[in-house]
């Protein structure tokens, strides 16, 4: 079983940055891609950002631009460089990370992001 940990979420100011990260117990290497998801109250969880195995990025229209996702094998670490945040970008940040195969992803247990107007 791998485990996800996200951490870095707190306050923000409106127009200020961020940085979430998300480290696993297993090599991310292992997996087809890694993504980030956020959930706001009363609403249903979305996608924001994936990075695949080979580096390849990919973002919710409404976080392009402004929101960026890497990743460092090394340390097993994916990171959300988050930054011009808005009051609707306030939710919980969820890290996913989808195995190659048919095996169901893992999922971390989230992190808070608030960000004050």
């Known amino acids: 079983q791998v485990q996800l940990v996200e951490s870095g979420g707190g306050l923000v100011q409106t127009g200020g940055s961020k940085r979430l990260s998300c480290a696993a117990s297993?090599?991310?290497?292992?997996?087809?891609?890694m993504r980030w998801y956020r959930q706001a109250p009363g609403k249903q969880r979305e996608f924001v950002a994936m990075?695949?195995?080979?580096?390849?990025?990919d973002y919710a229209d409404a976080v392009k631009g402004r929101f960026t996702i890497t990743r460092e094998n090394a340390k097993n670490t994916v990171y959300l460089e988050m930054s011009s945040l808005k009051p609707e970008d306030t939710a919980v940040y969820y890290c996913?990370?989808?195995?190659?195969?048919?095996?169901?992803?893992?999922w971390g247990r989230g992190t808070q992001v608030t960000v004050s107007s």
């Open positions: 297993g090599s991310i290497s292992s997996f087809n891609s």
């Open positions: 990075i695949t195995i080979t580096g390849s990025t």
């Open positions: 996913n990370a989808v195995p190659r195969g048919l095996q169901a992803p893992y």
